[in-house]
């Protein structure tokens, strides 16, 4: 049986944003290892990871700790 | 193609303690008629649609349309007005990938801090079988026969 501790400790789980990023869009390197651009305007996240050379980074908005996803936009 | 969900830190609605939770997001790319990202996106069943922020669509060059019907409807009974647009959205994992046309909507958000994507059955789960594992923290999506296009 996998226990919830298993669960969230798995090595292979994409890494949580560092709480510093609450509320901004990261772009994780392709590793996604490694925070390469962040700030408010998704567009301009995707400019910098592109001018950085990865314009296939990946883009996630950090949710702040206090938002709780219940389906509202 | 199997998806770990990941991990966040929540505060406890009742207690206000933080707590780690796993959520069922994964890597999609959006291609519009001018560029492509690629974001990490909550699969969502309870969601009819698939509903992007805006603002992706005015960076990719997603030209988009005004309904005519109701707007939407979220939990809690907030209506939402809701943009059209046309996109091609991926996935891949390891060696396999699919891409298919779709027709999305875009929400334009009043703070860009709620921006969040959702795949809902329009446009992304009605393509899919899907399981989710609660006990692995686990998604596994198959393509089925209705996925329109596959470049």
Do not use: C
Request: glycine share 8%; charged share 20%.
């Amino acid at each position: 049986m996998t226990t919830r501790t298993d669960r969230l400790h798995d090595p292979r789980r994409p890494l949580a944003a560092p709480a510093e990023y609450a509320g901004q869009w990261v772009a994780w390197n392709q590793d996604r290892t490694e925070i390469i651009a962040h700030g408010s305007d998704v567009a301009r996240v995707r400019a910098a990871a592109v001018a950085a050379g990865q314009p296939d980074a990946l883009l996630e908005k950090v949710n702040r700790p206090d938002h709780i996803f219940v389906g509202h936009l | 193609m199997n998806f770990l969900y990941k991990a966040f830190v929540t505060l406890e609605p009742e207690t206000g303690e933080p707590n780690m939770i796993l959520r069922p997001i994964i890597p999609v790319r959006v291609f519009g008629q001018t560029a492509f990202g690629h974001y990490a996106a909550l699969v969502d069943t309870g969601a009819d649609n698939t509903i992007l922020p805006k603002r992706i669509a005015d960076d990719l060059g997603v030209e988009l349309q005004s309904g005519h019907g109701p707007d939407a409807t979220a939990f809690g009974g907030q209506a939402i007005s809701l943009l059209f647009g046309d996109v091609e959205l991926g996935l891949e994992e390891q060696q396999e990938r699919v891409r298919w046309k779709t027709r999305v909507q875009f929400y334009d958000f009043v703070n860009p801090e709620n921006e969040t994507l959702i795949l809902g059955h329009a446009g992304f789960l009605d393509y899919f079988s899907a399981m989710f594992d609660g006990e692995q923290g686990l998604l596994s999506l198959t393509p089925n026969s209705t996925l329109p296009e596959t470049a």
